[in-house]
Every structure is written in structure tokens, then in C-alpha cells.
């Protein structure tokens, strides 16, 4: 069965340092998204990328982030210069164009931010 | 009030019950309301998808959607102790945005 694959797993960072998150969506969905969980908290939304452009953001997703697809197969989330509040599973998810609304997330990776 | 709300629980259960997980929301907007499932440090599974009001079934699981009331449910049928896991109602309006409950954890005793 397709499906999205995050690395890495689990990755432990000094606070102020870039982090990259990177991701495989599943190859023929065209809308990805970026959520976070929190330890002990909702899952909630980040962004959704569609056609090589932003679609959505939400507040979190401030000037810290952002998303890049910078080639056919990957979907990167990268964190600017981390917080000890950013420390989270962050999950990526995809979806295809008939049921966009159908998404498949990864199993998402874990950062942690000292 | 929340857009969604869920009780955390936990709900613990015997092996053969049946389960009952619900979540209601304010949101008129919703249109599209999904349950996942989610093992413990692991990412969401899609278990049911309903488009408006309505019931759809797929083997032990049943999803209601009654938008009037604004609740939604899961039933499971004949609970099995590898059903335990915490589930997430999620639900969007015409965007792709899904909006998430808090997540109830189940636990079937065997």
C-alpha cells in the first residue's frame, strides 16, 4: 500500500539551529501538508502546499517556516532558527486531486529542541 | 466553545463491546468528517471518511454524521484488544484543512 514516508524519525537540536523535516508524499497526490502534535495536544495544521505554491498556513506557521518541493519526489519543512516551544511530532501528509480531502499522513518525526 | 470537541477519556473497555466515540463541533462550515486512528507515537490511519449527514459502515466500523445536531460518531463492533489506540475525529469545510478533536484513547481489556 502507498505511502508517506518522513525522515528522520527523530532528530535532537540546540535551540536557535535550522532544522529541516523531509518527507516522500505518496507519488501521484498533488496537495501536501505539514501538521504538528504537541506531546499530550491536538493535532493541528501548519500549511498545505498545492502546485508549487502555499495554499493555506495557519498562525503557527509564521516566518520561521517555511516549505519547499525542490524536486519531484520531496516535501521538506524547515524550522529557521528553533524554539523550545517548536519540539513536537510534526507529520506530513498527502492527498490526490478526487478525494483532496482524503489525507494520508506519514509517522511523523520527532523534534526535539534543548 | 471549541471548534471541535472530544473527550479525551480514557474509555476502557471489555474484549466483545461495543464502542461509542464521539465529537461535537460548532463549525457550520464542516462538510467532510473523518476518523483516524493513532498507536502511540505513530502517524494518524484513515479509518472512515463521510462527505455530510450519514452513515457509512466499513466491517466492525459504523461512522453517523448528523450535521444538525452538529455530532458526529464512530461505533466498533465486537472491540478487539488490537483496537486499542487513541481515535481523532477531523473534520474540514471546502478547504483541505483538517481540524482534529483532542483524540479519545480506547483501551480493550482482554
Known amino acids: 500500500e502507498p505511502e508517506v514516508t518522513q525522515t528522520p524519525s527523530h532528530q535532537v537540536t540546540q535551540m536557535g539551529q535550522e532544522v529541516i523535516l523531509r518527507c516522500v508524499p505518496i507519488?501521484?497526490?498533488?496537495?501536501f501538508y505539514w501538521y504538528r502534535q504537541i506531546l499530550g495536544q491536538k493535532v493541528e495544521f501548519l500549511v498545505s502546499?498545492?502546485?508549487?505554491?502555499?495554499?493555506?498556513k495557519s498562525e503557527i506557521f509564521d516566518d520561521q517556516f517555511s516549505v519547499e518541493r525542490p524536486d519531484g519526489s520531496n516535501f521538506t519543512l524547515k524550522i529557521r532558527s528553533t524554539k523550545l516551544e517548536d519540539s513536537a511530532m510534526y507529520f506530513c501528509?498527502?492527498?490526490?486531486?478526487?478525494?483532496?480531502?482524503?489525507?494520508?499522513f506519514g509517522a511523523g518525526s520527532r523534534l526535539t529542541v534543548l | 466553545q471549541k471548534e471541535v470537541e472530544q473527550d479525551p477519556g480514557p474509555l476502557s473497555v471489555p474484549e466483545g463491546a461495543i464502542v461509542s466515540l464521539n465529537c461535537t463541533y460548532s463549525?457550520?462550515?464542516?462538510?467532510?468528517f473523518m476518523w483516524y486512528r493513532q498507536y502511540s507515537r505513530k502517524g494518524p490511519e484513515l479509518l472512515m471518511y463521510?462527505?455530510?449527514?450519514g452513515n457509512k459502515e466499513d466491517g466492525r466500523f459504523t461512522a453517523q454524521v448528523d450535521k444538525s445536531s452538529k455530532y458526529i460518531s464512530l461505533f466498533i463492533r465486537d472491540s478487539q484488544p488490537s483496537d486499542s489506540a487513541t481515535y481523532l475525529c477531523a473534520m474540514s469545510a471546502y478547504g483541505n484543512k483538517l481540524v482534529f478533536g483532542a483524540g479519545t484513547i480506547l483501551r480493550v481489556k482482554s
Open positions: 463521510t462527505y455530510s449527514s
Open positions: 463549525n457550520s462550515a464542516f462538510q467532510y
Open positions: 507519488s501521484n497526490h498533488l496537495y
Open positions: 502546499f498545492y502546485n508549487n505554491e502555499i495554499s493555506e
Open positions: 501528509a498527502s492527498s490526490d486531486a478526487d478525494a483532496a480531502n482524503v489525507l494520508t
